[in-house]
């Protein structure tokens, strides 16, 4: 088990003032059945009214609005969670069997359907297919997924929130979110249904306890053969004890750790730097 400290700041930069600002931040873990939240707080700078709620998802969130002219939003989430090394059992089962299953869960049919961002491009299909023909669910569900990592570069800046499966494919570059959409779209192409999940990844598996390293927002797949089952495609590696969840949802736009509008008439930039700390 370990227990890490998890240190998150982002916000918008305004070019120029504006009035008002409507916002939903989901950045804040939950316990469960592998990981402990200790402790949780969101500091919203400029101060505002803030509502709290868990989303149809289940994912905790901050809504809240600043009604006074500012120039800059600033949020930090702090939180300190106990993470449990994740078994992944064998779930062997027919396919015929999974799909009875999935037929009588609302949760998997409505991780089932492609969205917008997870649509995937023919060649990603052919190959999810045939590599469904020859292995049971879970086991092509893992190989899916390894297929994809495999296939796609991890780079920054080449995308951005709105890169769709399809655009990140074709051009074999991305960020985690983009290499989770198309592990999603691929899954569910076979009838595998599959989640989007979001959170943190301790970068460094041997730290030592007290360093603290540079991390960053991370997203990864769940998929359903029996019951859910975690794999990180980006670096191709099971979901341990290093891995924080915040979220899930279909796609990204379900969980996005931030988003709002504002009323100016100027531009804005984002900013995030996330700390993670080993502390056991």
């Given at each position: ?62 809504s809240f609005e ?140 041997e730290a030592l ?72």
């Amino acid at each position: 088990m370990k227990r890490l400290r998890i240190r998150h700041t982002t916000g918008y930069r305004y070019n120029g003032e504006v009035a008002t600002s409507y916002n939903e931040a989901r950045m804040l873990p939950a316990t469960s059945p592998d990981q402990f939240v200790l402790y949780s707080n969101l500091d919203i700078n400029p101060v505002s009214s803030n509502h709290n709620y868990v989303d149809y998802w289940g994912t905790r969130v901050s809504s809240f609005e600043v009604l006074t002219p500012h120039a800059e939003l600033t949020l930090t989430a702090n939180s300190l969670v106990e993470v449990s090394p994740r078994e992944h059992p064998l779930h062997p089962m027919p396919w015929e069997d999974l799909a009875e299953l999935v037929a009588c869960s609302t949760a998997s049919v409505e991780q089932s359907w492609q969205t917008s961002l997870t649509e995937p491009p023919a060649d990603v299909v052919a190959a999810a297919a045939e590599i469904a023909g020859r292995l049971d669910p879970c086991d092509a569900a893992q190989e899916i997924c390894r297929f994809v990592g495999e296939n796609m570069a991890y780079v920054q800046g080449v995308t951005g929130v709105k890169t769709n499966a399809r655009e990140a494919w074709a051009d074999r570059r991305g960020v985690c979110q983009d290499i989770t959409h198309v592990a999603l779209g691929a899954l569910r192409s076979v009838g595998i249904p599959a989640r989007y999940v979001s959170g943190y990844l301790h970068p460094k598996p041997e730290a030592l306890i007290g360093e603290t390293v540079t991390g960053e927002s991370h997203a990864w797949v769940e998929w359903f053969c029996g019951d859910w089952r975690g794999y990180d495609p980006t670096n191709q590696i099971d979901i341990g004890d290093r891995h924080v969840g915040v979220g899930r949802g279909r796609d990204y736009n379900d969980i996005a750790p931030l988003r709002g509008v504002y009323a100016g008439s100027g531009g804005s930039q984002l900013f995030v730097k996330v700390e993670i700390t080993r502390e056991s």
